[in-house]
């Protein structure tokens, strides 16, 4: 459980980004704590899964929106970074240069594909975490191409309902996930995950899916693709007294893309963040804090147009407890799975893991508290593996 900290009242930027600009880690941290430990809860106590509640319908119960990316993962060697103008342990917005280098990949190296991007990671995470397939529902753009094809099979073998808007404009956004050594450089091409349309959501079949949903998550890196779509979505949820995410993913979005964020903000139900991107919000509104939980109950007492629940804030602070803040008035800290740094691999996906293990546990009725100790079991799997990836079963009991 977590010990109460307190309960008193109180267009497009994207190519001078880097790490930030990526839709590839919603929420990981990079705190600057000497901790030997990093990220992640002991869920081991926790009673509840899919499997011994039969009477849950499930099916389409969670619904994710965001930029999908096919990650296309090699081990190379520094010369190829070198090609390339790439660092080790960095992560950039393709450049025209780098363009060659998805197809050479492919020709020159053993490659792993992944379907890929934050919110279809976190999507991806969830559904392996429930054990029922086409619980969840992932909406995004691609391309009509081969990779396109590859990341469509890569999401549905874990059981992911797919309903990509197809297009031929512009070809399937890719990411370079190129391992040297323990190092792992990202070198993202966006492309069609840029081209998302609301026409296509508001199709009777996918609309469909939308209704289907009691649960629906997007990134806050989608406020820069389509932000009328995230309001169709969201004014549906608030209709209909179901439950609206989003993420405030990086600070770069609270700081350039204000006015969006700030439209969907009434309708979000329960807000994630890490301690990096939640100081930032705080700084854009000018609050004057950077104390952590001051910031979470302030967006909690945000105006929120369904006011029948509080809204929930969590704050993830990597090898620190995971702060929640239910409502204006209370707030929470969850300590993390001690996991010993020589473990870690990669903690890229880490944040993405944790929204993924959260939403699992939220679908199925948990409480707060084992939503958080669900998120930290799969950012403490995540980062002792290369990607956002998982082993066929979960043992999260």
């Not at 190829?80 to 992560?91: F, G, I, Q, S």
């Not at 069609?192 to 998550?217: I, P, T």
């Not at 105006?303 to 803040?325: C, D, E, H, Y």
């Not at 959260?358 to 593996?385: D, K, P, W, Y």
């Amino acid at each position: 459980m977590g010990s109460v900290i307190s309960s008193s009242e109180d267009e497009n930027t994207e190519d001078n980004f880097d790490l930030s600009s990526l839709e590839s880690d919603s929420s990981s941290s990079s705190s600057g704590s000497d901790s030997d430990f990093l990220f992640g809860n002991d869920s081991s106590d926790s009673e509840s899964n899919v499997e011994s509640s039969p009477e849950i319908n499930l099916e389409g119960v969670l619904f994710g929106m965001g930029n999908p990316l096919l990650d296309i993962s090699a081990n190379v060697g520094k010369g190829y970074l070198e090609k390339y103008n790439l660092k080790a342990n960095d992560a950039i917005l393709a450049e025209e240069k780098h363009l060659p280098m998805y197809d050479e990949l492919v020709e020159m190296f053993p490659v792993e594909y992944i379907a890929g991007g934050a919110t279809q990671n976190s999507i991806k995470v969830a559904q392996w975490m429930l054990k029922k397939p086409l619980s969840t529902t992932f909406v995004g753009c691609i391309g009509e191409d081969n990779y396109g094809n590859i990341l469509k099979e890569k999401a549905e073998e874990v059981g992911v309902r797919t309903a990509y808007y197809r297009q031929s404009e512009v070809p399937t956004g890719l990411c370079a996930a190129l391992i040297c050594g323990y190092d792992r450089s990202l070198c993202a091409n966006l492309a069609a995950a840029n081209k998302y349309v609301m026409s296509h959501l508001e199709e009777k079949e996918n609309w469909k899916l939308v209704e289907q949903a009691s649960f629906y998550y997007i990134a806050g890196f989608f406020l820069t693709v389509s932000p009328d779509t995230i309001m169709l979505v969201a004014k549906h949820a608030a209709q209909n007294g179901k439950t609206f995410m989003m993420n405030l993913s990086a600070p770069f979005l609270s700081q350039f893309f204000t006015e969006p964020m700030m439209n969907a903000m009434p309708y979000v139900d329960i807000l994630f963040g890490n301690e990096t991107e939640a100081v930032a919000f705080a700084d854009k509104h000018e609050w004057g804090t950077k104390d952590l939980v001051e910031i979470a109950k302030k967006i909690a007492a945000l105006p929120k147009i369904n006011s029948t629940k509080p809204r929930i804030v969590v704050i993830t602070q990597g090898s620190l407890p995971t702060l929640v803040a239910n409502g204006p008035h209370e707030a929470s800290e969850h300590p993390i799975i001690p996991l010993d740094k020589s473990k870690i691999v990669d903690t890229n996906g880490a944040g993405d893991a944790f929204v993924g293990g959260f939403l699992s546990q939220l679908v199925t009725g948990m409480t707060i508290s084992e939503c958080v100790q669900g998120g930290h079991f799969a950012a403490n799997l995540i980062i002792q593996r290369s990607g956002c990836t998982f082993p066929k079963d979960c043992s999260f009991k």
